[in-house]
């Protein structure tokens, strides 16, 4: 097991997918799940064993979870989407000039 805990701020390091997720009290796939994340739940992951992580919510809830199934959150605060459609602004623009210069002869 690795322990990911760096001191004692809750910071988000995971979403829960859109989905949701089930979870755990244990790191044990045998045993029936205990509880349920609503999808696009904020997670810290604090510790990890194979697949499986221990999270805790802002709210101090905490249990294991398929830890292939959550999303990582940009820790640069940034929005990954909106820089997704700033690039496909860019890309289209591109597209146009391009369009453009070929329909008037492109010198």
């Known amino acids: ?22 979870a755990w009290a244990s ?14 739940v904020e997670l810290q992951l604090v ?11 802002e709210n101090r809830w905490e249990g294991w979870v398929d830890g292939r ?14 820089a997704a459609y700033v690039l496909l602004g860019v890309a289209l623009v591109v597209l146009a000039v391009l369009a453009i210069l070929a329909l008037g002869g492109g010198s």
Do not use: F, I, Y
Not at 1 to 18: E, F, K, L
Not at 27 to 40: H, N, V, W
Not at 69 to 82: A, F, I, R
């Open 1 to 22: 097991m690795v322990d990911t805990t760096q001191g004692s701020s809750w910071a988000p390091t995971h979403r829960a997918p859109p989905e949701g997720l089930d």
């Open 27 to 40: 790191p044990d796939a045998a045993a029936p799940p205990t509880g349920d994340l609503e999808g696009g």
């Open 47 to 57: 510790e990890q064993a194979g697949a499986w992580v221990r999270v805790v919510g």
């Open 69 to 82: 199934l959550l999303e990582q959150v940009d820790p640069s605060g940034k929005n990954s989407d909106q």
